[in-house]
């Protein structure tokens, strides 16, 4: 089965669903890490894992054009 390519409103609807699905998960590997960049690490990890799952990853392309169409989501 092919994998569609990831496109803005996929990578909005996956984050949100990840999110979701994360809140309701216990993540026991990170009990008791106080290492905040540890902690982004390894979810950052677990969402591409989840985002790899179903799409095919052009992440620079797709991390581009949502700068350009949304400048409004980046907060400097």
Do not use: R, W
């Amino acid at each position: 089965m092919s994998k569609k390519e990831l496109t803005i409103k996929d990578l909005i609807n996956s984050a949100n669903a990840f999110c979701e699905k994360e809140t309701k998960y216990k993540n026991k590997e990170l009990f008791g890490v106080t290492d905040g960049k540890a902690v982004g690490t390894y979810i950052e990890h677990k969402f591409k894992e989840f985002l790899n799952q179903n799409f095919d990853l052009i992440m620079e392309t797709l991390l581009v054009e949502l700068i350009c169409l949304h400048p409004e989501l980046i907060q400097i």
